[in-house]
């Protein structure tokens, strides 16, 4: 007959080391967002809500949620609050906060939407979305820029539904349609075949345009062959490049 007390006890003990296990990412968690960091944050919030004129509050809560300093090289932790562009791995940057949250905004996303993100970067514009409780499948070209936010994501419980390693002018057909496509890097010609994996009645909002300027512009899928164009501005993105980098 066999000792099932023995087996209980292992078991227990398994389950409180994960338990001890989970309890330390979360306490290293907050040690590295501290309240500083927060305060920091609200004044950002504050700032998109009243300077920028950010009005969706979900997407105002998901930037406060997300510790931007996190997805930067710690050089610049002192500076991840303010409206201001970074360098990040593979010669790219990080967005500047009010253009993640103008991006986010034009999308107009609703809960349990899927959404398309072309150019994972650093993962912080992937983290905004899916703290927005959507359903993210993201693509990036840049091998090294792939690990680092695959194992930050990781790290932060905020993985997406999908994560590639990609050419972004595919796309992904095999998980389209999509209800919000988001290109977080300069086209200068449109990828019509992003258009063709998004579901009648979504959005794609995407920057087009020579690599020293770009036009920020929504396109509605009203037909297989229909579309509804808006513009919203000039912006500087790093280019959209095709075929992926090791």
Do not use: W
């Not at 309890?23 to 309240?35: G, R």
């Not at 840049?142 to 539904?161: A, C, G, I, T, V």
Request: glycine share 6%; proline share 4%.
């Amino acid at each position: 007959m066999r000792d099932r007390s023995g087996e209980f006890l292992s078991s227990s003990t398994k389950y409180c080391s994960f338990v001890h296990l989970q309890t330390k990412k979360t306490e290293t968690l907050k040690m590295q967002d501290s309240f500083v960091h927060k305060g920091k944050r609200k004044i950002l919030v504050d700032y998109l809500r009243h300077k920028i004129g950010i009005s969706d509050e979900k997407v105002l809560k998901a930037i406060n949620e997300i510790p931007r300093h996190l997805f930067l090289e710690s050089i610049f932790e002192d500076y991840a609050y303010e409206d201001r562009a970074f360098p990040i791995l593979a010669k790219q940057t990080i967005s500047h906060p009010s253009t993640v949250a103008e991006q986010t905004e034009l999308l107009q996303l609703h809960e349990k939407e899927k959404v398309l993100e072309i150019g994972t970067g650093s993962g912080y514009q992937t983290a905004v979305l899916v703290a927005m409780n959507t359903f993210v499948y993201t693509i990036e070209r840049q091998k090294d820029l792939h690990d680092f936010s695959q194992k930050k994501l990781r790290e932060l419980h905020l993985r997406p539904k999908f994560q590639s390693f990609g050419d972004g002018f595919a796309g992904l057909p095999t998980f389209a349609p999509f209800d919000k496509i988001l290109v977080t890097c300069g086209a200068e010609i449109l990828p019509t075949e992003l258009l063709h994996q998004l579901k009648i009645g979504g959005k794609m909002v995407i920057p087009l345009g020579k690599t020293d300027e770009q036009i920020l512009y929504r396109f509605t899928k009203k037909t297989e062959k229909e579309f509804v164009k808006e513009e919203f501005g000039a912006y500087k993105f790093v280019p959209m490049l095709n075929n992926t980098n090791h």
